[in-house]
């Protein structure tokens, strides 16, 4: 389903802020070579992240799903200097090629990267976060919500993505398994008395989650 019509993007990417050279070529090449390119934020999405990023002024970020390393470095550019951002990637050749392109931008040193499985990483890592991106595999959105909501202080926010999961949440009844879980999840969400939350109809839309 076309969530978005197509000359509305359009519209909507060159009224938007310019990439950066890095990030250009991090679009590009994804698109161009990645069998599931498809899972990159993108250009108007990419400059969403990096508004809330740069409105909320976060020290410490927890990404979940670090592909090829393009929405954390939309990210990292709202982050204050000496802020440092966490990413977790289960694949280990996509956590490859964005450490190459973080090292190309110069943000290595700000940017600690883990390779594995994120439910068991996640605890291990003592931080209490500012902001949570939640950008991986659908069937656990509920277990990285609950497992990361005690860790983010009062105050704080979590982004998810891919909530509409391209239109499928819509259908009567949901059917596929990512679509039920994305489905699970934002009820799971608007239940939840501990947060207060808004969907973005952005791309494969967003839901922005403020802990109370």
């Known amino acids: 389903m076309e969530l978005i019509p197509h000359n509305v993007e359009a519209y909507a990417k060159l009224y938007t ?3 950066d050279a890095v990030l250009d070529e991090i679009e590009r090449h994804t698109n161009a070579n990645h069998p599931h390119a498809n899972m990159l934020s993108g ?9 809330i990023s740069s409105m909320v002024r976060p020290q410490r970020v ?3 799903g670090t592909f090829t390393g393009f929405s954390a470095l939309c990210l990292l550019k709202g982050m204050p200097p000496g802020a440092v951002l966490h990413t977790l990637e289960l694949r280990e050749e996509d956590a490859a090629t964005a450490k ?6 110069g943000a290595g040193k700000r940017i600690v990267q883990h390779t594995g499985d994120a439910l068991s990483i996640i605890p291990g890592i003592k931080e209490t976060w500012d902001l949570v991106f939640i950008d991986a595999d659908k069937v656990n959105y509920i277990n990285y919500y609950e497992l990361t909501l005690p860790l983010l202080r009062t105050g704080g926010w979590i982004v998810a993505d891919n909530v509409l999961f391209h239109g499928q949440v819509l259908e009567e009844p949901v059917t596929g398994k990512n679509a039920k879980a994305m489905d699970a999840f934002n009820k799971h969400v608007a239940k939840d008395e501990r947060v207060q939350q808004v969907m973005l109809t952005v791309r494969d839309g967003l839901l922005i989650i403020q802990k109370k």
């Open 17 to 19: 802020s310019p990439l």
């Open 100 to 105: 190459g392109y973080f090292e190309k931008a």
């Open 62 to 64: 927890l990404e979940i």
């Open 43 to 51: 250009h108007v999405q990419g400059k969403v992240l990096e508004t």
